[in-house]
T-cell receptor
Framework: DVKVTQSSRYLVKRTGEKVFLECVQD?????MFWYRQDPGLGLRLIYF???????EKGDIPEGYSVSREKKERFSLILESASTNQTSMYLC????????????FGSGTQLSVL | QKEVEQNSGPLSVPEGAIASLNCTYS??????FFWYRQYSGKSPELIMS????GDKEDGRFTAQLNKASQYVSLLIRDSQPSDSATYLC??????????????FGTGTRLLVSP
């Protein structure tokens, strides 16, 4: 089975802190994605990557950056955390050419105080 | 207009009934349509995909697609309490950059009562 592992299930940070959310997949998938999920707003795409060192903005990239130095690892960075970035963050991966069958990690609930 | 729209529910059905979940999307050129199920506190998981007009059946689940009406639905026959979850409709969109992205609706919460 594909496993997508997110480093933390719960995280509490203060405003202005730099926050790193880590995601690792073990199935050699080319595609990796970061979504955030908020009540009433659903899943929204922040950034994605189709290859190592490649990144593309999703629908809500402001305030975020990403890093993909290795194929299996995709990191989401909050440069200066703000309270409106309190959310559930979900990482996902998929095979090349199949963006639709996403395998999700268990999520990180981030609270910014 | 939202790219993918769903009624948030909850949709309540008795055990054994048919649950009907609906979704509309905004982009006529979209070609791929999916239903994900998300249990409370868990991550979404893919349960159905459909690419052409008509019906696609998989066990108790049937996905229906009408591209002319830009409408996708999911029918769950013989609903079970274990089907109680939020069902997310997802549609692929082609971005200005040429890359594809998967856009999710906000989900419909289904409650199946014993």
């Amino acid at each position: 089975d594909v496993k997508v592992t997110q480093s933390s299930r719960y995280l509490v940070k203060r405003t202005g802190e730099k926050v790193f959310l880590e995601c690792v997949q073990d199935m050699d998938h080319e595609n990796m994605f970061w979504y955030r999920q908020d009540p009433g707003l659903g899943l929204r795409l922040i950034y994605f990557s189709y290859d190592v060192k490649m990144k593309e903005k999703g629908d809500i990239p402001e305030g975020y950056s990403v890093s993909r130095e290795k194929k299996e690892r995709f990191s989401l960075i909050l440069e200066s955390a703000s309270t409106n970035q309190t959310s559930m963050y979900l990482c996902a991966s998929s095979l090349t050419g199949t963006i639709e069958k996403l395998f999700f990690g268990s999520g990180t609930q981030l609270s910014v105080l | 207009q939202k790219e993918v729209e769903q009624n948030s529910g909850p949709l309540s059905v008795p055990e054994g009934a048919i649950a009907s979940l609906n979704c509309t999307y905004s982009d006529r050129v979209s070609q791929s349509f999916f239903w994900y199920r998300q249990y409370s506190g868990k991550s979404p998981e893919l349960i159905m995909s459909i690419y052409s007009n008509g019906d696609k059946e998989d066990g108790r689940f049937t996905a229906q697609l009408n591209k002319a009406s830009q409408y996708v639905s999911l029918l769950i026959r013989d609903s079970q309490p274990s089907d109680s979850a939020t069902y997310l409709c997802a549609v692929n969109f082609i971005m200005n950059t040429g890359f594809q992205k998967l856009v999710f609706g906000t989900g419909t919460r289904l409650l199946v009562s014993p």
